[in-house]
């Protein structure tokens, strides 16, 4: 079964980096699209970051500039690292999976589109 462990979530301040990870298992990583998503307090979940088939990355408009999304096929791992964080970016954040349709993923970051879910790793920027 498809299975996604988040890790690399932690407290840091204002200014400060951090480098999610994701680690896929149950399924052939190359078939399935993959993202990020967060949830910040009292906010619904929103994207990230998304990683088309040519492995360019899609991002939210807060983030752009500062979060870069990548992948290793061979470690079934997608990645999140995130840069000059802020207070804004605290939130638990989740990476999704979904069964690849067609031969391409376009890097959606709507959650909807997306059935498999890790359990989230939290990530706290303090000023």
């Known amino acids: 079964r498809v299975q996604l462990v988040e890790s690399g979530g932690g407290s840091v301040q204002s200014g400060g980096s951090l480098r999610l990870s994701c680690a896929a298992s149950g399924y052939t990583y190359s078939s399935y699209c993959m993202a990020w998503f967060r949830q910040r307090p009292g906010k619904e979940r929103e994207g990230v970051a998304g990683?088309?088939?040519?492995?360019?990355?899609s991002y939210a408009d807060s983030v752009k500039g500062r979060f870069t999304i990548s992948q290793d096929n061979a470690k079934n791992t997608l990645y999140l690292q995130m840069n000059n964080l802020n207070p804004e970016d605290t939130a638990m954040y989740y990476c999704a999976a979904e069964g690849l349709i067609g031969d391409y993923c376009v890097g959606s970051m709507v959650p909807d589109e997306y059935s498999y879910w890790g359990q989230g790793t939290q990530v706290t920027v303090s000023s």
């Open positions: 990683i088309d088939s040519d492995t360019n990355g």
